[in-house]
């Protein structure tokens, strides 16, 4: 396995992009659900708070991120190397967000 470019780029990347980008956007109800639960909010509140709040909505898209671990792992441990790096490219997606939020705020 060489340094990924992108003429090396085939379906398996893509398939690690998509869910790469798409797993942490399916956790974040669940991250809220628990951080509620965990807080005794109301899950309307803190879904409140997550939707009109840019500080606490980028927290929690942070914690949802960590759902790619569990991609991570498991394509790692079966040798899919490239759904892998695809599962890592769809994270660093959200690196930009997340800088935005935290220090152009």
Not at 66 to 82: A, C, D, M, P
Request: with cysteine.
């Amino acid at each position: 396995m060489g340094i990924m470019n992108l003429r090396n780029w085939g379906i398996a990347h893509t398939k690690g992009l998509i869910v790469g980008i798409l797993s942490p956007l399916v956790f974040i109800p669940i991250v809220v659900f628990l951080l509620a639960w965990l807080q005794d909010f109301h899950f309307s509140r803190l879904w409140y708070m997550f939707m009109n709040d840019e500080v606490v909505r980028s927290k929690v898209v942070s914690i949802s991120i960590i759902s790619n671990l569990i991609w991570f792992y498991l394509t790692i441990n079966r040798e899919k190397y490239n759904f892998a790096m695809g599962v890592i490219v769809g994270t660093i997606c959200y690196l930009p967000y997340i800088m935005y939020v935290n220090f152009f705020s």
